[in-house]
């Protein structure tokens, strides 16, 4: 088992970092706090999923109903976490920007993954035959149908 931040862990700190630091200067101390400790919420929920998937989908974690169990209750520590924060004083728009950090992040990281993209084919005239064939709902050619085959 590794324990070591992957890359998007590694960019949601970075961000929540930069995030925390610039709201202690442009902001208050008590707004940072909220931020910093919005973002570690979110942090650990985040590397819980990673781990959880990883095991799921690698076949080490039960069936769908031990997954299923374990994704609704990050839910349920993350929303009583979110509860004594505000309950403790925590900023509310604070907590809820640091929850949030880790949405750049994911979306960077997928983007970083892109595959090249493919070759583009030439497009076929308007007047082509096989445009009759193209499903545009999934954006590709339609299978014949049983009907088509026998005919």
Do not use: C, K
Not at 47 to 54: D, F, I, Q
């Amino acid at each position: 088992m590794r324990h070591g931040l992957d890359a998007t862990e590694q960019l949601n700190l970075t961000l929540s970092a930069s995030a925390v630091a610039a709201s202690w200067l442009l902001a208050s101390p008590a707004f940072a706090g909220a931020l910093a400790l919005g973002a570690a919420i979110e942090a650990v929920n985040y590397r819980v999923l990673r781990r959880t998937a990883e095991r799921f989908l690698g076949g080490r974690l039960g069936g769908g109903a031990a997954w299923t169990a374990g994704y609704g209750l990050r839910f349920v520590f993350v929303g009583a976490a979110m509860v004594v924060a505000l309950v403790a004083g925590a900023h509310p728009v604070g907590l809820v920007l640091g929850l949030s950090m880790i949405v750049p992040a994911v979306v960077v990281a997928a983007w970083r993954t892109l595959p090249p993209p493919l070759p583009a084919e030439p497009i076929p005239p308007p007047d082509d035959p096989s445009w009759d064939r193209w499903n545009p709902w999934l954006a590709r050619e339609q299978e014949p149908s049983e009907e088509d085959t026998e005919a």
